[in-house]
């Protein structure tokens, strides 16, 4: 891959908000200059898994980044 030394790795944890139990976490790789990223939720006890990465667009930063991904994820169903 092109100028993979620009690419940053994040992970963040997922959290139901009514019970505040964990529901997983994301791992997203973010490339600032391009504003492209690639995303994988990993659920914990669930039996909604997520087969692939996904790869998308997003402007602005890496807080940008998780919240698009979030919301991907959440159209998809794997939260709420």
């Known amino acids: 891959m092109p100028n993979y030394q620009d690419w940053g ?8 908000m009514a019970s505040g139990g964990p529901l997983g976490y994301f791992d997203i790789s973010f490339d ?3 504003r492209r990223a690639c995303g994988y939720y990993n ?4 039996s909604v898994v997520m087969r692939s990465p996904r790869w998308f667009q997003c402007t602005g930063d890496i807080n940008d980044a998780m919240r698009a991904f979030h919301a991907l ?5 794997y939260v709420h």
């Open 9 to 16: 790795l994040y992970s963040a944890d997922v959290w139901d």
């Open 73 to 77: 994820v959440r159209e998809a169903g």
């Open 32 to 34: 600032p200059p391009t």
């Open 43 to 46: 659920a914990v006890g669930s």
